[in-house]
Nanobody
C-alpha cells in the first residue's frame, strides 16, 4: 500500500507561483503514473497533469504553458510547479498515483489533498 503526503499549498496572489510536492512511501514494487488532480468547491474533480515513469507528461488544456509536472523516481516524489496562478484555480489539489505491487498487482492511491488559493 502506498501512502501519499502532499505539501506546498497555500495562499498566493493571482499571477503568482506555487510549487506542490507529493511524496510516496510504503510497500510497492514500482510507481508508474503520477498525477495531479484538483477539485474546486462545488465542482467535480479534474485531472490537471500526468507524468509517466519515463517522464512523459500531459496537461489539461487550461494549464498548458503555466503548470509543469515533474518527478524524481529515486525519491518517489512528484512536483507541480504552478506559475501564473489564476483565482479560478483555487481548489484542493490531490496527488494520485498508480503502482504495482511485488505480486504484479496494479493499485492506486490518493493523497489527502492540499488547498491552493489564488487571491483576486
Amino acid at each position: 500500500q502506498v501512502q501519499l503526503v502532499e505539501s506546498g499549498g497555500g495562499l498566493v496572489q493571482a499571477g503568482g507561483s506555487l510549487r506542490l510536492s507529493c511524496a510516496a512511501s510504503g510497500r510497492f514494487f514500482s510507481i508508474t503514473t503520477m498525477n495531479w488532480y484538483r477539485q474546486a468547491s462545488g465542482k467535480e474533480r479534474e485531472l490537471v497533469a500526468t507524468i509517466t515513469k519515463s517522464g512523459m507528461s500531459n496537461y489539461a488544456d487550461s494549464v498548458k504553458g503555466r503548470l509543469t509536472i515533474s518527478r524524481d523516481n529515486a525519491k518517489n516524489t512528484v512536483l507541480l510547479q504552478m506559475n501564473g496562478l489564476k483565482h479560478e484555480e483555487t481548489a484542493v489539489y490531490y496527488c494520485y498515483v498508480s503502482y504495482t505491487t511485488r505480486y504484479s498487482l496494479i493499485r492506486d492511491s490518493w493523497g489527502q489533498g492540499t488547498q491552493v488559493t489564488g487571491s483576486s
